[in-house]
Nanobody, 119 residues
Framework: QVQLVESGGGLVAAGDSLRLSCAASERTFGRYGMGWFRQAPGKERGVVATISWNDVNTYYADSVKGRFTISRVNAKNTVYLQMNNLKPEDTAVYYC????????????WGQGTQVTVSS
């Protein structure tokens, strides 16, 4: 059972930066693909960025390409989301999720951290 704890959210102004962190309890963290998702009020949760277990492959939603960077440090059981040039439309609850090797679905989720970007 993987437990995920996000941190780093907050209230910022448009154009500012934030770095989200997600700490995992699992010692075999390196065997999980990781992802960041977000859900804005009245909208469905959607993918923001993902990173493979071996840090080789990454994926970004079109809306964040060039502004957000996902990274991981397996030795620290942590995945990060660096968010630059934040926009009001980035306002959402951000969730960290883990996908075991060989599985298609993200089966483990954190509790979420709020990011609010003021205009």
């Amino acid at each position: 059972q993987v437990q995920l704890v996000e941190s780093g959210g907050g209230l910022v102004a448009a154009g500012d930066s934030l770095r989200l962190s997600c700490a995992a309890s699992e010692r075999t963290f390196g065997r999980y693909g990781m992802g960041w998702f977000r859900q804005a009020p009245g909208k469905e949760r959607g993918v923001v960025a993902t990173i493979s277990w071996n840090d080789v492959n990454t994926y970004y939603a079109d809306s964040v390409k060039g502004r957000f960077t996902i990274s991981r440090v397996n030795a620290k059981n942590t995945v990060y989301l660096q968010m630059n040039n934040l926009k009001p439309e980035d306002t959402a609850v951000y969730y960290c999720a883990a996908r075991p090797l060989g599985r298609f679905a993200y089966g483990y989720w954190g509790q979420g951290t709020q990011v609010t970007v003021s205009s």
